[in-house]
Each structure stands twice: as structure tokens, then as C-alpha cells.
């Protein structure tokens, strides 16, 4: 088997589109090479080593250990070094590498190879004995941390000695003569904590590092980041062994991170940070302070790349614009130049925001580097959430506590938390938390997950903090150095205040500020980039999209969102309204039947008038609506001055009233006797309804001239006959307003698909239906046996331990619950050809679900206003 491919230097046996077997580094590195760009060569062990690894005992394959000596050898032939060697050392790093960038892996390993002779080595090639030792003592320190496991802060206390000793505060001023003798202290603690010295074969130190990377596939952090972001452990992890180059070889070096494009806005600058004499994760550590690339984006005092080192920087942007030719893509790359000359160490799709992803995805459509349909499946549907809420009220009052960079966008408000875990345990008691923290690292994750923004104090754009939140869509304010955090005591003071835990503070990601107290927030506005790909999108959809609303607000949202209609308006939320809700209780507790027809008589011009109002505003679109379907239960009076109320207005007396709620109370509502039920047993509450639909739809005919399309939709049935005695209802009514008022309207009456026994018997129940709209949300109830509102208590264990793979009430269950609505739209369209299908669970939001109504060919989607646009654009890319 081959494990081991190299690249660089000529030898690329690995390309892009290999990064299952050589993880994103390994293959991207490949793939620069062998597009002439200038990458150090090296060689990637392939993630299959790892997946052998775990199954074999943590064993190596047999052959691994020729096959890298073949690697490095490919490497020394091709920079004219040899590992090892005294005079003309190579040295290498050593870089993990997963499928997807994962946080939690070990950290890389610089400048490998060095030991006590070596290091001499290095002095004289390089001329430059302070960079040798410099290099050697980041080596110790490196392989000491991240290898040997022995904690960081015991480095830095001898670096700090040392910088005291010699009365100086910056690294940079340290001789080579420092170097030498923090070298020394590092050697001696790191014996004394491991109790073995420090490994000087260069061989063992490889070994070392390759073994750690695989070891640390495994470890908390990564299992952590792998759940929440569902990668399989059986993916494994790739390791890169490659050349050294030198960015901290003098005022000539550099190193830095860069994206193509701003990974924030979209906006096509190159965007990033450099610095001049460092190497490897300084720019990312925050010791010094990073310099931009662009002279455009460079503030007073700053040296961007573009005029420290004109011809390096010309240069990149050559890279920069091959690499995104190549890629089609937005980049975010690594980069390092070594006596002004420019190497490529990494590059990979970068991670954006969902604004950065809208107008990188258009403006690349519009110079032609791709096309519009990949325009539109470059969109990740859910991440339009984001700009589809809303922002800090510019006009609103606010108290400016401090001011950081501007991370990831969008505003949030909470109460102010110090750690990771009280930010998750308060999230999960509901709490809108943000989290506070110097920096963040990757045991953080869980924290900012669960909170609705993140505050640092120290770090870049390129930190951990703005990348992550970046990536999870959550607004961030990163490097705000005017804050100061005490963990001990719980606070943060900036300008003199002190806000403690608990306390409410406000940011805004997209300025960088940090607000006093809750500041009012704003509807988002659809910009132009969004409405183009909205527009693109829509030509490619077949499924329709519409919305589940009930009050104008609501229809008159989902309409600027682009529904094509309402696919679910409850009709229960009308009654209880306050005005309303005196009828409603009347109507339940009458006798007879005169009573609850004196009751809805009141109740008739209420809803009508709701029904003008949602034609008016949906005019010449369908609407469906839903009769009434909660168990009467719901409506009964409460104690006794809302029994003794009813009471009055029914002429009666309490007594009689407690009587008839504790008759009407029932054991199991949910299953009870709600929907068709109630319709079948109280005809006169359906006939009402569809009174004031029909009134109310011809009302706004005559007024607007566009005739309204009502579909009535009639609940939980699961039988033919509850079909048929309640679709007569409605026709009844239907030809009686027609009469009394001279006009006629079209309409149709269909009904939910909700209950296992609808879904079986689909075939007959479609003889009397002219549509049928899965309600899946209770159908995903009663499929299961189980109730939302108590499931969790224990879906989440079922998630955690892989009983169900998704919350099925948030994504639907496609082997269970989908086969049902399989089944239910064969059965309706084998009985009636153009039966029209829709769904209106949450479901109808949810980009998977969608794929799947997609595939069975549902007519359209139904989900709340706020998720037209994800499911118009999951719906399109359903249909790519
Ligand atoms: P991460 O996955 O955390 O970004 P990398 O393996 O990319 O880790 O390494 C981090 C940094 O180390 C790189 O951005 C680069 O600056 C430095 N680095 C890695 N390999 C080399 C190398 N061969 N020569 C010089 N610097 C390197
Ligand atoms: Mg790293
Ligand atoms: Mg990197």
C-alpha cells in the first residue's frame, strides 16, 4: 500500500480533489505545487495511516517506516539538505492535517531536526547564530508543549527570567547568547517534568511528531469539535513532514495569513495580516502586534506588506488572483517569505460570513469565474438565518462601553459570562449569554456555541475567536484591549465601569463596539447581492415556497421574503384573542346547540374581518386555511371569575359551569377531541369558519378586484367519512354565501395529512380531497408515539447516543415519517393525477427536509416568514 505521497520540487503525486486520503493540507499543498506556485517540499501521510493506526492497537503499518525515509529523502535531494546532519541540517515541520480544518488537533511542530549539534549547523549556513538559536528554542518549546505534553506557561517563565536578567521587555532583543541560555533551562525543566531529557535524535523527534498528530485525533477537543460539527472519527487525519522556510531570518522575512477576498463583507481586497522577522503562529498568538497586507486598509502608523516588501507583495497578488482562478473560490492562505523570497505553506476555501458568501458567490458569477448556478449551491441556505435578523436601531440610545475589531457580524445582546461551560449551562436554561474571555482556544467551543455573541479582549481578525464565530455565524468583537477581564472576580471594567457577570451588555459585530445595557434592534434590509441570488435562485426551483402565517404582520413579512402564498394559517390563534376569547368560552360551554350557535354569531364578524385583512395582503395568492383544531380543553375557562363569567352570559350558574369544564377536561388531549373531531360532533363551529372565509374572500374580491383562492383545509383526519361529513359543511356554506351574495368564488377544501392512518389509506381520502398538506409535525407525533413537549427530556440522549442521527421534530425522520408521506402521495396522486401536495410542518424550513420534498415531488413547502428565503434557496438547490 502506498502511504506516504510527496510533493513539491517536481515529484506532486497528490492533487485537490484527494483530500479524503491526504486531508485539506496535504492535498492543497499537491495542488499548489503542481500549479507552479512556490510551496517547500514535502511529503503527506495519508489519513488511512491513521484509521490502520486505530485499528491495528495503535500500530503503524509495516511499510511506513521506508516509505517516509523515501520522503525525506525525496525532500533532501531537492533543497540540498540532509536531516540530521551537522554541517547542512534539514529541518521540517510537522503539520496535521484533516479532511476539514478541526480545531483541537495538535498544534504544528516547527524547525524539527534541530538538537545541541545541528543548531551549529544552522548558525553557519545561515550566518546568523541569534536565528539559529532563536529557532532551537521555539523547537524545544514546541515539541516540549505539544509532544511532551509539558504545560506552556513553564516555557514562558524562563523566557521571562531571561528577558529580566537582561532588563529587557521585547523577545526581540534577546542575543543569541539569551537564546543559548534559555535553550539550556529549557533542556533541564524539560527533564525534569518528562523525566527523560530532551530528545535529540532527529529521527526519535520525528517519530515523536507524527505519533503525537495521530494521538491527538482522538483527544477531548477533537471529539468535542467532530460532534458538533458531525464528522465521522472514522475520517482520520493526514500528517505533512515539509522543508523548513525561514520568515524570522531578519528584517527581509516575514510570515503571514491572508484571504482573497474579506472574509466579513465579501468585499474583493486581499485582507489579511503579516509580520515582518516571525514565524508560524506569531502573527495568530498576539504578542506582537500584526500589519495589514493593503495599503487600502492600512490605519495611521501601519505598515502594510504593500510597502515593507513591495516585490513579495507583488508577488502574493499574483498568487492570489492564480489561486483564485484555479479554485473558483475565495482562499485563505498561509504564506511565508524567506530573504524576500515568497513560499506558499497552505491554502483552503475560506471561511466567511453568510454576507461574505452572498456577494463572493455573486460578484464571482458576475466576473464570469463561475456560473450562476454554482452561485446559487455555493449559498449555505441555513446561513442566510443570519442576515435575515436583526441589527442594532441606529437611532437608538446607547452607552459605548469600548470598542475591539470588528470579528463576524451582526449584533447580539446577553448577560455577561466568563467561561465556556457557565455559558453553555445558562444557554440551556434559555439565557442569552455573552461569552467574555481574554482569548479563546478550542475548549472554548461548546461556550461560543451556546452563546448569542463572544467578547475578547486580546487577538486579531485571524484569531481563534474571530474564525470561529466567523464560521458558526455568531457576532464577535475580537481585541477589544480597552476592556480588562478579572475571572476572579467575575467582572470587566472599560473607562472606569465595571460590568459584572450576569449583567447585560450588548455587541455590535459588524462596527467592533461593545454597548452598555440593551440596545434596540432593527429589521434587517434584503441588499441587492441577496435579492440577485434570491432572483437566480427562484429560476431554478420547482418546488413553490410558501409561508405559514396567521396575522398581517406575519403574511405581510413572508410576502417581502418572497412567499408565494400562505400554506398554513391557523385559525386557533383567532380565538384567542382577549376580545375574543368571552365567545370562544361560551361557545364551548353551551348546552346545545343554539347556544354555541348564539356564541359563534358573535364570534363571525371577528373573523371575518381576519380573514379581509390576510386576503387583502396575499391577494390573487392561495391561501390555506385551517380550521380549527385544538382540543376545546385548551379554551376552558380557568378558576372560578372566569367561570362565574360565562356563567352570566349563559344564564346559568357557576356550579353548572365547573360541572361542564370538568366533563369537557380531558386525560389526553393531543389525542383528544380536537380537530375533524370537533367539526364532525359541533358541525355548526366548521360552518361558521367557512362563513367567514367565504364572506370575507368575497369582500375583498369586490373590493380589490382580486379574487382570493381559499383552501380550506380540514385537520386531523384519518378516516374517508370525517372527510366527507366535514367537506359537505363547507360546500354548504360555500353555495349558500354564494346565493345570498350573487357572487362566486373558487375554492377547494383538502385536508392534513397527520395521522399514520391518513397516510395509509391516502388513495380513498384523495377521492374527496382536491389537495393534501403534510403536517408533519404531528404527524412526526403520532409516528413516533411521542410529544413534542415532552420529548425533551430524552431526545437529546437519543441524539448524543446515535439512536436517532437528528432531532426529528427539527429534521425530518425521511426512513419513518418520510416513508409515510411517500406513501400518501403515491396513494393521493394514484387516485386523483393533479392532486396537489404540500408541507406544512417546521419541517418546510429545514434545507435536508426540503431535499427531500424535492424528491417526492411535493408541490411546495410551507415554513414561518423569517425561512422563505432558506427554503427558497434550499429549494433550488434541491432542484440543481
Ligand atoms: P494550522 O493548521 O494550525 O494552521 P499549520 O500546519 O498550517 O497549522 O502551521 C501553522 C503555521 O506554521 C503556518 O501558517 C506557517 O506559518 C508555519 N509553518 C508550517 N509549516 C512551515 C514550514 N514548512 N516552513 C515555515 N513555516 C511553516
Ligand atoms: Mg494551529
Ligand atoms: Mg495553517
Known sequence: TKWVY???????????????????????????????????????????????????????????????????????????????????PLLVSVRSGARVSMPGMMDTVLNLGLNDATVEGLSEMSGDPRFAWDSYRRFIQMYGSVVLGVDHHRFEEIIEAAKHDRGVVEDTAL???????????????????????????????????????????????????????????????AVNVQAMVFGNMGNDCATGVCFTRDPSTGENVFYGEYLVNAQGEDVVAGIRTPQPMSQLRAKPGEVPMEEAMPQAYR??????????????????IEFTVQRNKLYMLQTRNGKRTAAASLRIAVEMANEGLIDRREAVLRVNPASLDQLLHPTLDPKAHRTLLSKGLPASPGAACGIVVFSADEAESRAQKGE???????????????????????????????????VVARGMGRPCVAGAGGISVDYGTQTLTAGGRTVNAGEVITLDGATGEVFLGT??????????????????????????????????????????????????????????????????????????????????????????QDFVDLFRIMAGLPVTIRLLDPPLHEFLPHGDAELAEVAQALGTDTEAMRRRAIELAEANPMLGHRGCRLGVTFPEIYETQARAIFEGAIAVAKETGHAPVPEVMIPLVGTKPELDITRAQVERVAKAVFAETGVTLEYTVGTMIELPRAALIADRIAEVADFFSFGTNDLTQTTFGLSRDDAGKFLPTYVEQGILPKDPF?????????????????????????????????????????????????????????????????AAQAAL
Not at 530528545?199 to 477533537?222: C, H, K, T, Y
Not at 419513518?816 to 393525477?833: F, M, P, S, W, Y
Request: aromatic letters at 8%; hydrophobic letters at 40%; charged letters at 25%.
Open 6 to 88: 510527496s510533493f513539491g520540487a517536481g515529484r506532486n503525486e497528490g492533487r485537490a480533489d484527494m483530500r479524503n486520503l491526504l486531508g485539506g493540507k496535504g492535498a492543497n499543498l499537491a495542488e499548489m505545487a503542481s500549479i507552479g506556485l512556490p510551496v517547500p517540499p514535502g511529503f503527506t501521510i495519508t489519513t488511512e495511516v491513521c484509521t490502520a493506526f486505530y485499528d491495528n492497537n495503535r500500530n503503524y503499518p509495516a511499510e511506513l517506516t521506508d516509505q517516509v525515509k523515501a520522503g525525506l529523502t525525496h525532500i533532501e535531494q531537492a533543497v540540498g539538505l540532509t536531516f540530521g546532519d551537522r554541517h547542512r
Open 175 to 237: 542575543t543569541a547568547q539569551d537564546w543559548h541560555r534559555v535553550v539550556a533551562g529549557y533542556k533541564d525543566m524539560v527533564a525534569a517534568e518528562t523525566g527523560k531529557p530532551f530528545p535529540m535524535d532527529p529521527a526519535e523527534q520525528l517519530w515523536g511528531a507524527i505519533g503525537a498528530v495521530f494521538g491527538s485525533w482522538m483527544n477531548p477537543r477533537a471529539n468535542t469539535y467532530r460532534r458538533l460539527h458531525d464528522i465521522p472519527a472514522n475520517w482520520g487525519t
Open 315 to 332: 508577488e502574493l497578488l499574483d498568487v492570489r488572483a492564480t489561486l483564485e482562478r484555479h479554485y473558483k473560490d475565495m482562499q485563505d
Open 432 to 466: 442569552a449569554v455573552i461569552l467574555v474571555r481574554v482569548e479563546t482556544s478550542p475548549e472554548d467551543i461548546h461556550g461560543m456555541h451556546a452563546a448569542r455573541g463572544i467578547l475578547t479582549t486580546r487577538g486579531g481578525m485571524t484569531s481563534h475567536a474571530a
Open 519 to 608: 440596545v434596540p434592534m432593527i429589521e434587517p434590509k434584503l441588499s441587492g447581492d441577496f435579492a440577485t441570488l434570491m432572483q437566480w435562485a427562484d429560476g431554478f426551483r420547482r418546488l413553490k415556497v410558501r409561508a405559514n402565517a396567521e396575522t398581517p404582520l406575519d403574511a405581510e413579512t413572508a410576502r417581502k421574503f418572497g412567499a408565494e402564498g400562505i400554506g398554513l394559517c391557523r385559525t386557533e390563534h383567532m380565538f384567542f384573542d382577549p376580545e375574543r376569547i368571552g365567545a370562544v368560552r361560551q361557545m364551548i360551554m353551551a348546552a346545545d346547540e343554539s347556544g354555541r350557535r348564539a356564541a359563534l354569531a358573535k364570534l363571525l364578524p371577528f373573523q371575518r
Open 810 to 874: 427539527v429534521s425530518l425522520d425521511i426512513d419513518g415519517v418520510g416513508a409515510l408521506v411517500r406513501i400518501a402521495a403515491e396513494k393521493g396522486r394514484g387516485t386523483k393525477k393533479g392532486l396537489k401536495l404540500g408541507i406544512c410542518g417546521e419541517h418546510g424550513g429545514d434545507p435536508a427536509s426540503i431535499f427531500f420534498c424535492e424528491e417526492v415531488g411535493l408541490d411546495y413547502v410551507s415554513c414561518s416568514p423569517y425561512r422563505v428565503p432558506v427554503a427558497r434557496l434550499a
